[in-house]
T-cell receptor, first 114, second 115 residues
Framework: AQTVTQSQPEMSVQEAETVTLSCTYD???????LFWYKQPPSRQMILVIR??????QNATENRFSVNFQKAAKSFSLKISDSQLGDTAMYFC???????????FGTGTRLKVLA | GAVVSQHPSWVICKSGTSVKIECRSL??????MFWYRQFPKQSLMLMAT?????????EQGVEKDKFLINHASLTLSTLTVTSAHPEDSSFYIC???????????FGPGTRLTVL
């Protein structure tokens, strides 16, 4: 069975600084997708970034980028130029392309300090 | 694009009553929708997968007779909590998968409180 591990329950970062959230996963599948979602205090889940396992190039979305290490089964999220609005819970998710089901990690609570 | 709505956003009901929650994809068609439950300060737990025109697939440990799911159209799935009890109080979130894309887009959630 697939598992997703987020080993940092809480993190904080100064505004304008860079922070990296870690995520590791375990799977025997070769075709899958990985996601980072943000859940602010409103509790609305917002897609941050998506990575297809077959792509070697790391995905980027503006200030958000990932470091996808397929052999190590690692999928970390880097947030550059952190903003107060980035304060939220961040969830890493794994999706097997056959089932479309997500497996979520336990989340990392990020606080951006002014 | 890819907006998902949920209604109601919060509901309070008496023990023993049934509550229906609607999930709609507003600007795309979704053959597959998902229902999650989230307890405070915890991750999302998948309850069931809802496919348009067919029976829902429930995760292990989720009572299908208690959590009735109907996916009658490509834009609407409903979750009915039957004979609700205080332990059913939780935050329920739906998501919709954009056809063929794999990415799930989430609704804003429904807070259910059973007295």
């Amino acid at each position: 069975a697939q598992t997703v591990t987020q080993s940092q329950p809480e993190m904080s970062v100064q505004e304008a600084e860079t922070v990296t959230l870690s995520c590791t996963y375990d799977t025997s599948e070769s075709n899958y997708y990985l996601f980072w979602y943000k859940q602010p205090p409103s509790r609305q889940m917002i897609l941050v970034i998506r990575q297809e396992a077959y792509k070697q190039q790391n995905a980027t979305e503006n200030r958000f980028s990932v470091n996808f290490q397929k052999a190590a089964k690692s999928f970390s999220l880097k947030i550059s130029d952190s903003q107060l609005g980035d304060t939220a819970m961040y969830f890493c998710a794994f999706m097997n392309s056959g089932t479309y089901k997500y497996i979520f990690g336990t989340g990392t609570r990020l606080k951006v300090l002014a | 694009g890819a907006v998902v709505s949920q209604h109601p956003s919060w509901v309070i009901c008496k023990s023993g009553t049934s509550v229906k929650i609607e999930c709609r994809s507003l600007d795309f068609q979704a053959t597959t929708m998902f229902w999650y439950r989230q307890f405070p300060k915890q991750s999302l737990m998948l309850m069931a997968t809802s496919n348009e025109g067919s029976k829902a697939t429930y995760e292990q440990g989720v009572e299908k007779d208690k959590f009735l799911i109907n996916h009658a159209s490509l834009t609407l799935s409903t979750l009915t909590v039957t004979s609700a009890h205080p332990e059913d109080s939780s935050f329920y979130i739906c998501s919709a998968e954009r056809e063929g894309g794999g990415t799930q887009y989430f609704g804003p959630g429904t807070r259910l409180t059973v007295l």
